[in-house]
């Protein structure tokens, strides 16, 4: 079975602060992608990134980054210089190969950044 | 528009009410998966289209849930004799074939009372 771990239910920050938002993952399969989601107080659920299991390249997209560690079954989150509207629910979710685009996700992190 | 649209945003039911929610993906998307997301929790899978084949229904919670896609576009989740546990956001998402990161509507959010 498959199962996405996100151990931080809140954080809080003050803006411009660099915050972690914590993933751990568990599955048995060798061919897997690894998710995050923003969630918006609107409900939405909203792409941002999308990894390979066989790609431990870390990304960096602006303000974001990724860091995905096999050894540790990780893909920690990074938003540096936070800001109000990085406020929002965040997911990390697992998907398989062998399941097409059915992921499991974590229970989220509520990231409230303050001015 | 360009996203996937549901409808309605909010419902509220008394319990044992069947109720039917709505889901237009985004066009040409092949894929189309409803979650079911209770308050402070992830998403958790229901069940799975491509196209109008039901792919995948092993996450639907007991025989009350039923959801169809008959001509492999809008999709229709229907619940009968709502119980208060089925209270939730059930989200529709949509995607290009296998693979593709999944696009999620605003989700109805269902309320039984």
């Known amino acids: 079975a498959q199962k996405v771990t996100q151990a931080q239910t809140e954080i809080s920050v003050v803006e411009k602060e660099d915050v972690t938002l914590d993933c751990v993952y568990e599955?048995?399969?060798?061919?897997?992608?690894l998710f995050w989601y923003k969630q918006p107080p609107s409900g939405e659920l909203v792409f941002l990134i999308r990894?390979?299991?066989?790609?431990?390249q870390n990304e960096i997209s602006g303000r974001y980054s990724w860091n995905f560690q096999k050894s540790t079954s990780s893909f920690n989150f990074t938003i540096t210089a936070s800001q109000v509207v990085d406020s929002a629910v965040y997911f990390c979710?697992?998907?398989?190969?062998?399941?097409?685009?059915?992921?499991?996700f974590g229970e989220g992190t509520q990231l409230t950044v303050n001015p | 528009g360009a996203g996937v649209s549901q409808s309605p945003r909010y419902k509220v039911a008394k319990r044992g009410q069947d109720v039917a929610l709505r889901c237009d993906p985004i066009?040409?998307?092949?894929?189309l998966f409803w979650y079911q997301q209770a308050l402070g929790q992830g998403p958790e899978f229901l069940t799975y289209?491509?196209?109008?084949?039901?792919?995948?229904k092993s996450g639907l919670p007991s025989d009350r849930f039923f959801a169809e896609r008959p001509e492999g576009s809008v999709s229709t989740l229907k619940i009968q004799r709502t119980q208060q546990e089925d209270s939730a956001v059930y989200l529709c998402?949509?995607?290009?074939?296998?693979?593709?990161?999944?696009?999620f509507g605003n989700g109805t959010r269902l309320t039984v009372t």
């Open positions: 998402a949509s995607s290009l074939p296998r693979d593709s990161p999944l696009h």
């Open positions: 599955t048995r399969d060798t061919t897997y992608y």
């Open positions: 990894r390979n299991s066989f790609d431990e």
């Open positions: 979710a697992l998907g398989l190969k062998t399941s097409g685009s059915r992921l499991t």
């Open positions: 066009s040409g998307h092949v894929s």
């Open positions: 289209f491509q196209n109008e084949a039901q792919l995948d």
